[in-house]
């Protein structure tokens, strides 16, 4: 875990991280979290008052560990996010708390669009990144893309033959081949791209 103090509202914050990421958030129970954490269920509630209380400050500290002291600049940026979230219990309690859904879940996936979409724009006016004509598409997507092997981290795993995506070495693989697909392409012509284009102009 990032957090380096050892206070018991800490242990907590990050057994429940662990576990929420690992099982769901209606899954585990706050014994649970407290077995884990080495304290008393009732210390949990006294801190949190409820589990809903300690999920909303597990999102709140994902958010600012994501931020981090720049702000959200580089959430756009594949390269500085992987590097953020060097934990694996913090990549798959991102990806848990897409798929669950919450408030905190849902603004920070369209932050993360919004400065994706900046992100690409400047790499757009330098001349690394090509132009499109739906930028905010684009970006909506490229979010997307790289969030797809945490939350389908099941099929993942087992086409690739990995214990776990959200594991440092898988992870790095992983975004690897991403940003290699994402810089040099899939299709060698524009074929698949033709096709498309004849199936939109089909429709009414």
Not at 141 to 158: I, K, Q
Request: with cysteine; glycine share 8%.
């Amino acid at each position: 875990m990032r957090s380096a103090d050892l206070t018991a509202r800490a242990r907590i914050r990050d057994a429940a991280i662990d576990l929420f990421g690992r099982e769901g958030v209606n899954r585990v129970s706050v014994r649970a979290i407290a077995a884990q954490a080495g304290v008393s269920p009732a210390l949990v509630l006294h801190h949190f008052d409820s589990k809903e209380g300690l999920r909303k400050a597990c999102d709140a500290h994902l958010v600012e560990v994501l931020r981090g002291d720049g702000g959200a600049a580089d959430l756009g940026d594949t390269a500085k996010l992987a590097a953020t979230l060097d934990a694996p219990e913090l990549r798959r309690y991102l990806a848990r708390a897409f798929l669950d859904g919450s408030p905190e879940a849902s603004t920070l996936f369209d932050e993360m669009v919004e400065v994706s979409e900046g992100w690409l724009g400047r790499g757009t006016a330098e001349g690394w990144v090509h132009h499109t004509e739906d930028p905010h598409t684009r970006a909506a997507l490229y979010v997307s893309w790289l969030l797809a092997p945490l939350l389908l981290h099941e099929h993942v795993s087992r086409v690739l033959g990995v214990t776990d995506p959200a594991e440092t070495n898988a992870a790095l693989r992983i975004s690897r081949t991403a940003v290699e697909i994402l810089t040099k392409g899939v299709f060698a012509d524009e074929t698949v791209l033709s096709a498309m284009d004849n199936v939109r102009k089909g429709r009414p």
